[in-house]
């Protein structure tokens, strides 16, 4: 029998699995959301278009202990999973009609004309198990999301390979940070709990009912929305 992973290397495995699955499947829906989507792995958010600006904030941070003090670095944060949308070549975008030229449109960052950075299309966290410790960490990246922003906010999501429903609850339930939290195998999850005749199985319940939980197949669709 195969030796456990560590704990550390069981979570980079998830983290990897779940990238790989997104490029496969994301590569299958281009017919559906057009454009170049990239997933990749422990990319800072200052690298994108709607996070630019921390960059900056943290060059003036660096530079002064005090400003550093105040600010902290929370904000610089790395998702574990990210999908990244390019820019376009103008190319792309008049291919139909002329839409753009150097007189319109110089601000968007989808036209690589423009100088823009790639944009933040969606941040993935991916827990393999779920404590108390993580569903904090996890909320606050969200927020931070949220709040750091300059433009259009990125799909913000979770993915869990957790069996137990009260832990999943803990990431799951409520609104305004994180998008849905996804199972990696939810269908079997509810089957299980059928099966043992779990009270616990209403809980899981009412958070698919209430689009809090979701199966790990609705993931990528749910990302070309």
């Known amino acids: 029998m195969a030796a456990k992973p560590a704990g550390q290397s069981s979570g980079t495995m998830f983290e990897t699995v779940c990238q790989q699955f997104l490029s496969e499947t994301l590569a299958q829906l281009d017919h559906i959301r057009p454009g170049v989507l990239t997933v990749a792995r422990g990319r800072a958010i200052s ?21 550093k003090t105040l600010l902290g670095t929370d904000y610089l944060i790395k998702p574990d999973v990210v999908v990244i949308r390019a820019a376009e070549p103008d190319s792309n975008i008049n291919r139909n009609a002329l839409l753009v030229d150097d007189t319109v449109a110089l601000h968007t960052p989808l036209r690589a004309a423009n100088g823009a950075k790639a944009t933040l299309h969606a941040s993935i966290s991916c827990k393999l198990t779920i404590r108390s410790d993580r ?17 259009r906010l990125p799909h913000i ?24 939290v996804y199972h990696f195998a939810l269908p079997e999850l ?29 993931l990528p669709l749910d990302l070309v929305i």
């Open 190 to 218: 509810v089957e299980v709990l059928k099966e043992q005749e779990r009270e616990t199985l209403e809980l899981v319940e009412t958070m698919i009912e209430g689009q809090r939980l979701r199966d790990i197949a609705d």
């Open 47 to 67: 690298l994108f278009d709607q996070y630019h600006h921390l960059e900056e904030l943290q060059a003036l941070a660096d530079a002064s202990r005090e400003l």
């Open 135 to 151: 569903v904090q960490n996890t909320r606050s990246e969200a927020l931070n999301l949220i709040r750091n922003r300059k433009g």
């Open 157 to 180: 999501a979770a993915v869990t390979a957790e069996p137990t429903p009260s832990r999943i609850a803990a990431i799951a339930l409520g609104t305004g940070d994180i998008d849905c």
